[in-house]
């Protein structure tokens, strides 16, 4: 199966470069005009969205006429105390500090670590492809979601393997992959992944 990844447009929040994870931050201006100007498919009938409005915002700007499945597990990392801070704000937090200084990999203080966060991804990712397969709509499969999502899953069941951070895109890119198993693990995995810089479908 064919699957899009698609980052959401531009937020209040990323203009103010602020964590913002569970935080239910709008599109900004910008990124409406951005949305706007990406792309998109009239045509689409059904688009994956998570609870927050920023996913639902730019899908609906995306894709007008398509209907939105939401799916909580594919929700944004919950940075718990950090939501909707800078690193300015916490320049001089202690705990902020230590979680930069092990690379952001351990649990933020009431919020996710991003090993979690990685496993919640890819459950609900996965869970997203059977459902559909099993649905008979095994053509492709389209995502608007958020940035750490999309490098939650492409680090971990992306081929080659490449690391977290490796996959940082900018909001609005597009990420095109195919699903497929490895036939003497039986794992599953993405092959074929190619960063687009408009969303074409």
Known sequence: MRVYLIRH???????????IGCTDSPLCEEGIASAKAAGGDSALK????????????????????????????????????????????????????????????????????????????????????RAAESAGESSRLVFVVHGGVIMALLSAAGRPKKGFYDWYLPNCACVQADTATDSATGEAYLENIAVKGKVEI
């Open 46 to 129: 059904s688009v994956i969205v998570t609870p927050l409005m920023r996913t639902q915002q730019t899908a609906r700007i995306l894709f007008p006429n398509a209907e939105q499945c939401i799916v909580s597990g594919l929700s944004e990392m919950d940075f718990g105390d950090f939501e909707d801070r800078s690193a300015d704000d916490m320049a001089n937090d202690s705990a902020y500090r230590a979680w930069v200084d092990g690379g952001c990999m351990s649990r933020c203080p009431n919020g996710e670590s991003i090993a979690s966060f990685t496993e919640r991804i890819l459950a609900s990712f996965w869970q997203c492809v």
């Open 9 to 19: 447009a531009k937020t209040v929040g990323n203009a103010l470069n602020r964590y």
